[in-house]
């Protein structure tokens, strides 16, 4: 009898661990099946360096790049609805990551990534719009500095420049970074009373942030979040890279596209498709790409101490108004391709010889 009592006893437990084992992954919970897995990566690939991509058309040519190989020991892992995979480009260990489009996607994809596994650096690439009237469809830009665009105060109607803000007494919200006024693009605004607009301004605020080297709980502020200094030296290696200015024998670019360093690039979870917009974010904030990911990227790998550089290739100017924008559907393929092409000339730069060179 006790010898039955206990086997019915284990078989009691093993279909409740059972059960709990079907139930975990539902609920979001890392299973230890996961972690097991995840341990195994790290101790037979790791450190990686992390590669972090928007979208299925940016991350699709580097599966079909001979510079990728797929890593023959460690099976894809599919975590929390991302998908890691792994593999080396030019001698180095890569874990890649698509995020979706936006900045909630491309920040808790970031912090997924970070979380499991060993990443000595990240490597974030794409396409985005373009605020630099300088620059043309297709060039490659990689930015020192990255802000997120869309936190805003929306301030009243009837309060201007002088007055406070709700709460920046209690430091949650900032004048310091400026303000876009409606009012100033009315159509045919030479009446002051006519060209008033009741949407009045929005004041741009920093990110609140709690890095690792920080105490828990007590906020700091970013706003305009630098890439790692000696990867943005590295970049300027591929300043001169050759890419392709055809798409075919007869249809090419006026010049052939470049890679650039800039200053600045912006985020925001917003499509931006407007000149008077992307003319305003240009002088006053200076951004070159325009896009809905980087900052969010660059805002986690901030306060996880990671270092973090984005290569973003431009589209048409955002909004219209180039020479080119009625063919820019033509050469989007282009530009796509160019980023990877770029990523791909980048990864084996962060051997560790070509870093402490630098
Ligand atoms: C924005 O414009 C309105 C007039 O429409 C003005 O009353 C207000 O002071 C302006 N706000 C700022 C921040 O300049
Ligand atoms: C080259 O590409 C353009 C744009 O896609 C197309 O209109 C044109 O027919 C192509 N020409 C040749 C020779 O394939
Ligand atoms: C955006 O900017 C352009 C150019 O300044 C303007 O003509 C247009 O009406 C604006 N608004 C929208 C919704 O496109």
Same mark, same amino acid.
């Given at each position: 009898?006790?010898?039955?009592?206990?086997?019915?006893?284990?078989?009691?437990?093993?279909?409740?661990?059972?059960?709990?084992?079907?139930?975990?992954?539902?609920?979001?919970?890392?299973?230890?099946?996961?972690?097991?897995?995840?341990?195994?990566?790290?101790?037979?690939?790791?450190? !990686?360096?992390?590669?972090?991509?928007?979208?299925?058309?940016?991350?699709?040519?580097?599966?079909?790049?001979?510079?990728?190989?797929?890593?023959?020991?460690?099976?894809?892992?599919?975590?929390?609805?991302?998908?890691?995979?792994?593999?080396?480009?030019?001698?180095?260990?890569?874990?890649?990551?698509?995020?979706?489009?936006?900045?909630?996607?491309?920040?808790?994809?970031?912090?997924?990534?970070?979380?499991?596994?060993?990443?000595?650096?990240?490597?974030?690439?794409?396409?985005?719009?373009?605020?630099?009237?300088?620059?043309?469809?297709?060039?490659?830009?990689?930015?020192?500095?990255?802000?997120?665009?869309?936190?805003?105060?929306?301030?009243?109607?009837?309060?201007?420049?002088?007055?406070?803000?709700?709460?920046?007494?209690?430091?949650?919200?900032?004048?310091?970074?400026?303000?876009?006024? !409606?009012?100033?693009?009315?159509?045919?605004?030479?009446?002051?009373?006519?060209?008033?607009?009741?949407?009045?301004?929005?004041?741009?605020?920093?990110?609140?942030?709690?890095?690792?080297?920080?105490?828990?709980?007590?906020?700091?502020?970013?706003?305009?979040?630098?890439?790692?200094?000696?990867?943005?030296?590295?970049?300027?290696?591929?300043?001169?890279?050759?890419?392709?200015?055809?798409?075919?024998?007869?249809?090419?670019?006026?010049?052939?596209?470049?890679?650039?360093?800039?200053?600045?690039?912006?985020?925001?979870?917003?499509?931006?498709?407007?000149?008077?917009?992307?003319?305003?974010?240009?002088?006053?904030?200076?951004?070159?790409?325009?896009?809905?990911?980087?900052?969010?990227?660059?805002?986690?790998?901030?306060?996880?101490?990671?270092? !973090?550089?984005?290569?973003?290739?431009?589209?048409?100017?955002?909004?219209?108004?180039?020479?080119?924008?009625?063919?820019?559907?033509?050469?989007?393929?282009?530009?796509?391709?160019?980023?990877?092409?770029?990523?791909?000339?980048?990864?084996?730069?962060?051997?560790?010889?070509?870093?402490?060179?630098?």
């Amino acid at each position: 009898m006790a010898a039955a009592g206990v086997a019915i006893s284990r078989l009691a437990v093993a279909v409740l661990l059972m059960a709990a084992a079907a139930t975990t992954p539902a609920a979001g919970f890392i299973s230890t099946k996961t972690w097991r897995a995840v341990r195994r990566a790290n101790r037979v690939g790791g450190p !990686f360096v992390g590669l972090v991509v928007p979208n299925a058309y940016e991350m699709d040519p580097v599966l079909k790049s001979p510079s990728f190989k797929p890593s023959a020991d460690i099976p894809i892992l599919d975590v929390q609805g991302r998908r890691f995979r792994f593999g080396t480009i030019g001698g180095q260990s890569v874990v890649m990551v698509m995020t979706g489009l936006s900045m909630l996607n491309a920040g808790l994809t970031t912090q997924l990534l970070l979380s499991l596994f060993k990443v000595k650096g990240i490597v974030h690439w794409g396409i985005a719009g373009n605020a630099n009237e300088d620059l043309q469809i297709g060039d490659v830009t990689i930015p020192e500095y990255w802000a997120h665009l869309s936190l805003w105060n929306w301030q009243r109607y009837g309060d201007g420049a002088e007055n406070e803000l709700p709460l920046e007494a209690a430091g949650d919200y900032t004048r310091e970074f400026g303000f876009l006024n !409606f009012s100033d693009y009315t159509v045919g605004k030479g009446n002051p009373e006519l060209s008033a607009n009741t949407l009045n301004s929005i004041w741009y605020q920093p990110e609140e942030i709690f890095p690792i080297s920080g105490t828990p709980e007590e906020r700091q502020h970013a706003f305009w979040v630098p890439v790692n200094k000696r990867y943005y030296k590295l970049a300027g290696k591929l300043e001169g890279l050759e890419l392709p200015a055809c798409v075919n024998a007869t249809t090419c670019l006026p010049r052939a596209p470049m890679v650039t360093r800039v200053p600045r690039g912006c985020s925001a979870n917003v499509y931006t498709d407007n000149a008077s917009y992307r003319q305003f974010i240009r002088a006053h904030f200076g951004c070159t790409p325009v896009e809905m990911e980087s900052a969010a990227v660059a805002l986690v790998a901030h306060q996880l101490g990671v270092p !973090f550089i984005t290569i973003r290739s431009l589209s048409d100017l955002a909004g219209g108004g180039s020479s080119l924008s009625n063919e820019a559907a033509t050469f989007l393929a282009i530009a796509a391709k160019n980023a990877v092409d770029v990523m791909l000339k980048f990864v084996p730069l962060l051997a560790a010889g070509e870093l402490a060179d630098i």
